[in-house]
């Protein structure tokens, strides 16, 4: 038998082979040069490790690298979570999964300017990182439970856990994990701002106009030889929908949005004015969930939250509003994660509450103390866009019917990511979660009791243990037995009402090659093996 320390290790150098680009007869050969014009994001903070903001872990990665990546090209799917390595070359476990060593990549080094000055990366800047996303990041506990880090030399890094942790390297590989430079902060005092954005990505940050754009141009002391293919991306701050497809449709823009996502209702047009553009349908990892404060009345009754439940029509919201193209039950384990989710029909009682019954829910609402119905405030940021509007709107819609009156409550950005996105808010919540490439992302956050993405306030002493055990299991086998009753459990006492989600569709400029959708917020490592057809 291969030692487990010597396993890890030679899968990463298998994946290492699996990651080089391959020039395919589809995708042409690799060109190097080109500007890609993208519509993107502006960041609240640049700060990666303070916030749960996507756009920031978006803008990141063009810059900051993490110790391990995903795979990424035309050939890949969406979910394909396969593990690359990055700043990291190898990560060792012990036999009791405690230890974790980690050998890094040699001749990795920061950009050339101050205050880091082309200096090389050592094991002192993955210590000062982990350590600092542990004391920072809303994401820490998907680091597990971390109790030391050593540097016994300057390419290696030991990680003590207090116990074993099966997301440990997966974690590794997200934007919000990213390997930083302790001389910015040190000179800068924090990272919010633009220019502590420097790293040893395969981009550099050219220039950031708030609200405009930011350019990134590559990186000329890349450790990936020949990568980035493109020279720079522009990353185009629209917020507009209308906008952003105008200037796509008329090929002022290379990619529509950060995931380059087109509107649904506009694929059938959009078909007809640019018939040479692929349009792709893809599953999304996010879920979408009404989030009920179950300390407090009346949600702390679970005939009230099961009564919202067999509100939702979920099969006429699919077929009817998603035309067909979404997934009815999506959460708490989305449906592209196919290795961990129940069927519905799994579920035991918990399979009760998905099913549209009018007539259970007015009565368990009556039995609750509300045969007249009851008002409920539900925050919300109508930024996500007009589909996330709709989509609550239908909610709305599906819950008055059977007597609960939704009072939506639109929120700034600042306001819902510091507060209703991490649970702070009086009654109700809606949106979409963030994306996990691990299925502990959606268990522990949304489930353990006192964590920062527990949005319900969830405290269930049975629940607990259950997410606590599965972390500790390396068998895939016995892990994915107490998944399942971790989501049999949480279907029958409904914690949160997850809505249907829409199938993405995106599209892309005909000359954008290698692209594909990712399921990640890492657009670094994505668009580092993109190039452009000049032809």
């Given at each position: 038998?291969?030692?487990?320390?010597?396993?890890?290790?030679?899968?990463?150098?298998?994946?290492?082979?699996?990651?080089?680009?391959?020039?395919?007869?589809?995708?042409?050969?690799?060109?190097?040069?080109?500007?890609?014009?993208?519509?993107?994001?502006?960041?609240?903070t640049?700060?990666?490790?303070?916030?749960t903001?996507?756009?920031t872990?978006?803008?990141?990665?063009?810059?900051?690298?993490?110790?391990?990546?995903f795979?990424?090209?035309?050939?890949?799917?969406?979910?394909?979570?396969?593990l690359?390595?990055?700043?990291?070359?190898?990560?060792?476990?012990?036999?009791d999964?405690?230890?974790?060593?980690?050998?890094?990549?040699?001749?990795?080094?920061?950009?050339?300017?101050?205050?880091?000055?082309?200096?090389?990366?050592?094991?002192?800047?993955?210590?000062?990182?982990i350590?600092?996303?542990?004391?920072?990041?809303?994401?820490?506990?998907?680091?597990?439970?971390?109790?030391?880090?050593?540097?016994?030399?300057?390419?290696?890094?030991?990680?003590?856990?207090?116990?074993?942790?099966?997301?440990?390297?997966?974690?590794?590989?997200?934007?919000?994990?990213?390997?930083?430079?302790?001389?910015?902060e040190?000179?800068?005092?924090?990272?919010?701002?633009?220019?502590?954005?420097?790293?040893?990505?395969?981009?550099?940050?050219?220039?950031?106009?708030?609200?405009v754009?930011?350019?990134?141009?590559?990186?000329?002391?890349?450790?990936?030889?020949?990568?980035?293919?493109?020279?720079?991306?522009?990353?185009?701050?629209i917020?507009?929908?209308?906008?952003?497809?105008?200037?796509?449709?008329?090929?002022?823009?290379?990619?529509?949005?950060?995931?380059?996502?087109?509107?649904?209702?506009?694929?059938?047009?959009?078909?007809?004015?640019?018939?040479?553009?692929?349009?792709?349908?893809?599953?999304?990892?996010?879920?979408?969930?009404?989030?009920?404060?179950?300390?407090?009345?009346?949600?702390?009754?679970?005939?009230?939250?099961?009564a919202?439940?067999?509100?939702?029509?979920?099969?006429?919201?699919?077929?009817?509003?998603?035309d067909?193209?979404?997934?009815?039950?999506?959460?708490?384990?989305?449906?592209?994660m196919r290795?961990w989710?129940?069927?519905a029909?799994?579920?035991g009682?918990?399979?009760?509450?998905?099913e549209?019954?009018?007539?259970?829910?007015?009565?368990l609402?009556?039995?609750?103390?509300?045969?007249?119905?009851?008002?409920?405030?539900?925050?919300?940021?109508?930024?996500?866009?007009?589909?996330?509007?709709d989509?609550?709107?239908?909610?709305?819609?599906?819950?008055?019917?059977?007597?609960?009156?939704?009072?939506?409550?639109?929120e700034e950005?600042?306001?819902?990511?510091?507060?209703?996105?991490?649970?702070?808010?009086?009654?109700?919540?809606?949106?979409?979660?963030?994306?996990?490439?691990?299925?502990?992302?959606?268990?522990?956050?949304?489930?353990?009791?006192?964590?920062?993405?527990?949005?319900?306030?969830?405290?269930?002493?049975?629940?607990?243990?259950?997410?606590?055990?599965?972390?500790r299991?390396?068998?895939?086998?016995?892990?994915?037995?107490?998944?399942?009753?971790?989501?049999?459990?949480?279907?029958?006492q409904?914690?949160?009402?997850?809505?249907?989600?829409?199938?993405?569709v995106?599209?892309?400029?005909?000359?954008?090659?290698?692209y594909?959708?990712?399921?990640?917020?890492?657009?670094?490592?994505?668009?580092?093996?993109?190039?452009?057809?000049?032809g």
């Amino acid at each position: 038998m291969i030692p487990r320390r010597r396993f890890l290790a030679v899968t990463a150098g298998a994946v290492a082979a699996a990651a080089a680009p391959r020039r395919s007869r589809a995708q042409g050969r690799p060109l190097r040069g080109g500007v890609l014009k993208q519509i993107g994001l502006d960041p609240p903070t640049f700060d990666v490790h303070a916030t749960t903001s996507y756009e920031t872990q978006l803008v990141s990665s063009f810059v900051h690298r993490t110790l391990f990546k995903f795979v990424n090209g035309a050939r890949y799917g969406p979910s394909d979570f396969t593990l690359a390595p990055d700043l990291a070359l190898t990560a060792g476990v012990s036999a009791d999964g405690r230890t974790y060593t980690i050998t890094l990549r040699p001749g990795v080094r920061w950009e050339s300017r101050p205050p880091v000055n082309g200096r090389e990366l050592v094991a002192a800047d993955v210590k000062y990182s982990i350590e600092r996303a542990l004391r920072k990041s809303p994401y820490a506990s998907l680091l597990g439970p971390v109790e030391q880090i050593d540097t016994p030399d300057p390419r290696t890094v030991r990680v003590h856990l207090a116990d074993s942790f099966a997301p440990f390297v997966h974690s590794l590989a997200e934007p919000w994990s990213a390997i930083l430079p302790p001389e910015v902060e040190d000179r800068l005092g924090d990272l919010k701002a633009a220019e502590s954005l420097i790293g040893c990505g395969p981009f550099v940050l050219e220039r950031y106009e708030a609200g405009v754009k930011a350019v990134f141009s590559r990186n000329p002391t890349y450790h990936a030889r020949g990568l980035p293919y493109l020279d720079k991306v522009e990353w185009l701050f629209i917020k507009d929908r209308s906008t952003q497809l105008a200037l796509f449709r008329a090929g002022q823009v290379d990619v529509p949005y950060h995931d380059a996502r087109i509107p649904r209702s506009e694929v059938g047009a959009f078909k007809k004015t640019n018939p040479g553009y692929p349009v792709v349908f893809w599953d999304w990892l996010a879920v979408r969930s009404l989030a009920m404060r179950t300390d407090r009345a009346p949600f702390n009754d679970v005939r009230v939250r099961r009564a919202l439940s067999l509100a939702v029509d979920r099969k006429k919201w699919v077929a009817e509003h998603l035309d067909g193209e979404g997934t009815e039950d999506q959460g708490p384990v989305p449906s592209s994660m196919r290795q961990w989710k129940l069927a519905a029909r799994q579920l035991g009682e918990g399979a009760r509450y998905l099913e549209h019954d009018p007539a259970l829910a007015r009565k368990l609402l009556a039995e609750a103390g509300f045969p007249a119905g009851l008002k409920i405030k539900c925050t919300n940021w109508p930024g996500y866009g007009p589909e996330y509007v709709d989509d609550l709107e239908l909610l709305a819609g599906n819950l008055r019917r059977v007597g609960v009156e939704l009072q939506i409550v639109n929120e700034e950005y600042g306001q819902y990511i510091r507060g209703s996105f991490l649970g702070r808010f009086d009654e109700a919540s809606w949106g979409p979660s963030s994306i996990f490439t691990e299925v502990d992302g959606y268990l522990y956050g949304f489930f353990r009791s006192g964590q920062a993405g527990n949005r319900s306030h969830v405290a269930d002493t049975q629940l607990d243990v259950m997410l606590e055990a599965q972390r500790r299991l390396t068998s895939t086998s016995s892990r994915k037995t107490i998944i399942d009753d971790i989501q049999r459990r949480a279907a029958a006492q409904v914690y949160y009402v997850y809505t249907p989600c829409p199938r993405n569709v995106s599209s892309w400029a005909p000359r954008v090659r290698n692209y594909g959708p990712k399921n990640s917020f890492d657009r670094g490592a994505q668009l580092e093996v993109v190039w452009l057809d000049q032809g």
